[in-house]
């Protein structure tokens, strides 16, 4: 995703707001203009990483990442696995939890502290099955509370015409 026509548009608007002070308006602006692009960027890259962060929420346990290429964010769409193999090295199998109906009404957060050790297998498991942090803890989750049916995510089609995208997001 270029950003250059939206940093410009910024500049321009900018500059428009400017006429009405004069000449000495005019100067001003074009010189924080030029000082605001790396800033212009940086709000919108982080808009870009919310609104992933967001989408994510939605598609879990598929995800949208950001990824910056040079001065350029890409997306990484992660579609939900169809099947939900949980590795049985790092969560045991529960057959004595109650099954856990799946609800696509939403989601929520929740803060986990993880020794880093745990964390360092967390993301190599998740990256030998290819799939985000995230989504991966929420496969072993269910799996290991007994869910018998895993949330199926709504198919969705890109407003983009089906291209993919690569990257990462914080």
């Known amino acids: 995703m270029d950003l250059t026509q939206h940093v410009e548009e910024l500049r321009h608007q900018l500059e428009l707001a400017a006429e009405a002070g004069g000449d000495d308006a005019r100067i001003i602006a074009g010189r924080l203009a030029a000082a605001l692009e790396s800033a212009a960027r940086l709000v919108l890259l982080d808009a870009i990483s919310a609104a992933a962060a967001e989408i994510t929420l939605e598609l879990a346990p598929g995800s949208v990442d950001v990824r910056l290429r040079g001065r ?38 929740v803060t986990l502290r993880l020794p880093e050790q745990l964390k360092a297998r967390i993301e190599e ?9 995230n989504a991966w803890l929420v496969r072993t989750v269910a799996a290991a509370v007994g869910a018998t049916d895993s949330p199926s995510p709504s198919v969705r089609t890109s407003p983009l015409g089906g291209q993919s995208f690569t990257g990462w997001a914080r």
């Open 72 to 109: 350029d964010p890409e997306f990484v769409v992660t579609p939900a696995p169809t099947d939900h193999p949980v590795p049985t090295d790092v969560v045991p199998p529960s057959n004595t939890a109650a099954p856990v109906e799946a609800d696509d009404t939403g989601t929520s957060r």
């Open 125 to 133: 498991a998740a990256g030998r099955d290819g799939v985000s942090v």
